[in-house]
Nanobody, 115 residues
Framework: QVQLVESGGGLVQPGGSLKLSCATS????????MAWYRQAPGKQRELVAS???????QYGDPVKGRFTISRDNGRKTLYLQMNSLKPEDTAVYYC?????????WGQGTRVTVSS
């Protein structure tokens, strides 16, 4: 069983930045495709960004050019640098680890973008 613990969320003004972290347990981190998802109130969970074990990245259209996903295999940690934040980025952000048929989720960290 892999545990994922997100941190770094909070309240930020429009145009500001936040960096989310997802610390993981276990020894398989480098093999997982890692991803950030988000779920805004009243909306379905959506993919924000993903990064494969080979560090190939993919971004959702709403965040392209503003967010950057990265991973540190030595620290077994996933990151999401979020710049130029907008009110519509307000959501709970979830970390996901996937390998084959197996998928793990964190508990989420809340990001609120408001003046």
């Amino acid at each position: 069983q892999v545990q994922l613990v997100e941190s770094g969320g909070g309240l930020v003004q429009p145009g500001g930045s936040l960096k989310l972290s997802c610390a993981t347990s276990g020894s398989m981190f480098s093999f997982y495709t890692m991803a950030w998802y988000r779920q805004a109130p009243g909306k379905q969970r959506e993919l924000v960004a993903s990064i494969t074990s080979g560090r190939r990245t993919q971004y959702g259209d709403p965040v392209k050019g503003r967010f950057t996903i990265s991973r540190d295999n030595g620290r077994k940690t996933l990151y999401l640098q979020m710049n130029s934040l907008k009110p519509e980025d307000t959501a709970v952000y979830y970390c996901n680890a996937a390998f084959g048929e197996t998928s793990y989720w964190g508990q989420g960290t809340r990001v609120t973008v408001s003046s």
